[in-house]
């Protein structure tokens, strides 16, 4: 069978007055990452050294005719630039290159389009995509009538530009919907887990910093995981059960990146939201990077951009079997309560999941509390009380339930608190009241006994 040729690739990047050398050259390997993750070999890296980009050809009159030259000798395919070029720079680079242009973002919305798995990925890809295709329309000859419409669909007088035009606002507009009807969907989802009380821990991080593995090892899963850039975009959410019984869900998500493109951060918001509305975000870190610090940052900056600048954060620092001694003393001097893991072989898994408990107060306290059997709320928090906490003790007498557990701290009031108000008695519904007990003193000073009159 006949094998598609691989795309020969050259890489342009631009080092201004306000940059480092250092910085342009490890953005331009992190760029030679997300070429290889989109299909291409890498054959040509140009690196132009001036103040600011010129507004035109974004690297200038001289250096283009010479990176053409250059990309004639090797065989480039496609010019792939380390910044988000204007449409008016994409149209000269591409008659005076004489081949394929790609900027940043096109590269990366590309890698996302082959990631997308599911119908909602799908639909989030191909939203940043025509908003990013919107406004590079002017001189484009590519026929759009596969995003909508059709015969009959051209008004009077309407040129074939502005119906190109109608035709995207009108995909974007019923992709929108789609996804409004996603995040309402998962905002329900979430509701009912936060009835349920089980905490969310949200798994953030930038890309390949190793968060499915660290995913699949916290709840035994099978995730895809691989060191290549962008594999995870459809979010997974799965429940952990740790050896004392306490509960807790983990969600893995979408990598971030530096200078990650804004329309992909608006288009992936309902996937976003379960980083947003997460009761801890744990950042994964990849401990070996070069660039640490700057990967750090720019997680940071697209958490504000989402809206998740107040959930707590928890640093994980991953992958510290590849790093030295002295470069896990320093990690741990810099950042004192992070922890230090490594999601591959499991060290430091242990005391990562006591943080994680301590951080959600999922620490327990021994109570005994009483419950009427004949009453269907104290039968749903019997339930809940199984789910969320070691029963020690159940005692069943005469329709009453007495239950001594060690039951997570945060767990703790919303097992004492009463029941709703009871229905009308015409319908027929439960008229039973729970009163709030008073804690107690118990044995010891970690025992405390709960009591409810019902």
Not at 218 to 243: C, G, I, M, N, Q
Not at 386 to 413: C, F, K, L, Q
Request: hydrophobic share 40%; glycine share 6%.
């Amino acid at each position: 069978m006949y094998a598609p040729r691989t795309e020969r690739a050259a890489l342009v990047g631009l080092v201004t007055a306000a940059g480092r050398r250092v910085d342009a050259d490890h953005s331009m390997d992190e760029l030679a990452g997300l070429a290889e993750a989109a299909g291409a070999q890498v054959v040509l890296r140009v690196l132009q050294e001036r103040p600011k980009p010129d507004p035109a050809t974004f690297i200038g009159s001289g250096k283009v005719a010479a990176l053409a030259a250059a990309c004639a000798e090797a065989d480039v395919d496609v010019v792939i630039f380390d910044s988000e070029l204007t449409p008016a720079q994409l149209r000269q680079l591409e008659e005076r290159l004489d081949r394929t242009v790609v900027d940043r973002t096109q590269l990366i919305l590309d890698i996302f389009a082959r990631r997308a798995k599911t119908r909602e990925g799908k639909w989030q890809v191909e939203l940043a995509q025509l908003k990013y295709l919107l406004p590079r329309l002017v001189g484009a000859g590519t026929a759009l009538s596969r995003l909508g419409g059709g015969i009959g669909t051209r008004g009077p007088g309407e040129t074939k530009l502005e119906t190109d035009r109608r035709r995207i606002r009108t995909r974007i507009q019923a992709i929108q919907r789609e996804i409004d009807h996603v995040r309402h969907r998962r905002s329900q989802l979430r509701e009912r887990r936060h009835k349920q009380s089980v905490p969310t821990v949200a798994l953030v991080g930038y890309t390949n910093a190793g968060k499915t593995t660290l995913f699949n090892r916290l709840t035994h899963e099978h995730a895809l995981a691989s060191d290549a850039l962008f594999v995870t975009l459809d979010p997974l959410l799965r429940r952990v059960r740790l050896p004392d019984r306490r509960e807790l869900l983990v969600s893995d998500t979408v990598g971030f990146i530096d200078r990650l493109p804004h329309a992909l951060v608006a288009a992936f918001r309902a996937t976003l939201e379960e980083v947003v509305e997460a009761d801890v975000a744990l950042h994964v870190i990849d401990a070996g990077a070069p660039e640490r610090e700057r990967q750090v940052a720019a997680v940071r900056r697209v958490l504000d951009e989402v809206g998740a600048s107040e959930v707590p954060v928890l640093d994980a620092y991953n992958k510290i079997d590849t790093i030295t001694a002295d470069e896990r003393r320093r990690i741990a001097a810099h950042d004192p309560g992070a922890a230090l893991i490594s999601a591959r072989t499991g060290e430091g898994l242990g005391e990562l999941v006591q943080m994680i408990a301590s951080r959600l107060a999922l620490d327990t306290r021994r109570i005994t509390i009483a419950f009427d059997s004949g009453n269907a709320f104290d039968r749903e928090q019997i339930a809940r009380l199984y789910r969320v906490a070691r029963v020690v003790s159940h005692i069943a007498t005469n329709g009453r339930v007495v239950i001594e557990a060690d039951v997570p701290r945060r767990y703790i009031a919303r097992l004492t608190t009463p029941a709703p108000p009871p229905f009308d008695d015409a319908q027929g519904a439960p008229t039973l009241r729970q009163a709030q007990g008073r804690p107690e003193q118990g044995r010891g000073a970690s025992e405390v006994k709960g009591r409810r009159r019902v």
